[in-house]
């Protein structure tokens, strides 16, 4: 989905919890939500949205005609499809920025007057929420551009003959593909960027602190972790963490070290950078596919953890 444009054709708050929100000329957005409105609070879930469409895609299903705020949506708008959306994409304009958290909702049931009328209800597959990471004013009639995540991994080989062109990077190469293949099957959009740098440790560090300050979400190194005297990737990737994950390479080391013992002198590491997640991989093909077992299952939820978002 490329970038667009959406109207808020009308921003909605109620008083009191169970009561159907009503349209208001204006509202001001902070950490906690709308200001005003009955679930403002320091939780994912402070601004609700559904499309007009829904509204009228509901019309023409149950002939019901719902006005804006019947669904318990915060903002009504128009000119995109929620249902293609996705966690992190961001609405925006020069004075606010909106962040996706979660798409749909648990249906309320019995709870939800619009389900006791007719026994339907949209905004549980239709509506999406969003939390204010930079707050403002919004009216009716405002234009928010829709800025879709992109979601960015980096791999990195560590080899000096390899940087040196005298051998292809076989597992570098390894690595970009089955983080294309998984990127693409969890997210709309993704890139995955590779370089081959020599086994110098201010060069690594480069590479890393550039990926933290550019909010890469995953880097993956290969190469270097061994116990030779040019092998620095898990040492340097140290310098810059701030929380190691020890149980991905524990459990790598315990499940593949029984059958090969030089599976156990690997130095590897994972943990975060900033809400960068960076692994340090062996730099041998069979290797690489061993620790992306255990690391792939991991990752989606890893990176939305970062975020703030406990995603099952």
């Known amino acids: 989905m490329k970038h667009s444009r959406i109207t808020v054709t009308h921003v909605n708050i109620s008083l ?151 051998y292809p990077d076989k597992s570098g190469e390894k690595i970009e593909k089955q983080l294309n293949n998984f990127l693409g099957a969890h997210f709309l959009h993704h890139s995955v960027e590779r370089q081959v740098i020599p086994d110098e440790q201010d060069q690594l560090l480069n590479a890393l602190q550039k990926a933290r300050s550019e909010k890469y979400d995953v880097v993956v190194t290969t190469g270097g972790t061994g116990i030779g005297r040019r092998d620095i990737a898990p040492q340097t990737a140290r310098l810059l963490m701030d929380r190691e994950i020890p149980g991905i390479m524990e459990m790598v080391r315990m499940k593949y070290g029984a059958g090969n013992p030089r599976a ?28 992306l077992q255990v690391i792939l299952p991991t990752l989606r939820h890893s990176i939305f953890m970062l975020h703030g978002l406990d995603v099952h």
Not at 264 to 288: E, F, H, I, N
Request: proline share 3%; aromatic share 6%.
């Open 16 to 166: 009191k919890k169970g009561t159907i929100k009503q349209p208001v000329q204006e509202a001001v957005l902070d950490s906690h939500g709308l200001q005003g409105n009955a679930r403002e609070g320091p939780w994912h879930r402070q601004v609700s949205m559904i499309a007009q469409q829904s509204l009228d895609g509901f019309y023409h299903k149950t002939g019901r005609r719902v006005q804006p705020g019947e669904f318990a949506e915060n903002l009504t708008i128009g000119g995109l499809d929620l249902t293609r959306v996705q966690l992190l994409d961001r609405f925006v304009n020069q004075d606010l920025v909106l962040e996706v958290t979660q798409r749909g909702k648990k249906c309320h049931g019995d709870d939800c007057a619009i389900f006791r009328e007719v026994g339907k209800c949209a905004m549980p597959e239709e509506g999406i929420f969003t939390r204010v990471v930079k707050g403002g004013t919004l009216r009716a009639g405002d234009v928010l551009d829709y800025k879709p995540k992109v979601y960015k991994a980096l791999v990195l080989t560590l080899s000096d003959r390899a940087a040196a062109g005298i």
């Open 264 to 291: 156990l002198l690997s130095r590897s590491v994972a943990g975060v950078m900033g809400q960068t997640l960076v692994y340090t991989l062996p730099g041998s093909s069979k290797a690489v596919d061993e620790y």
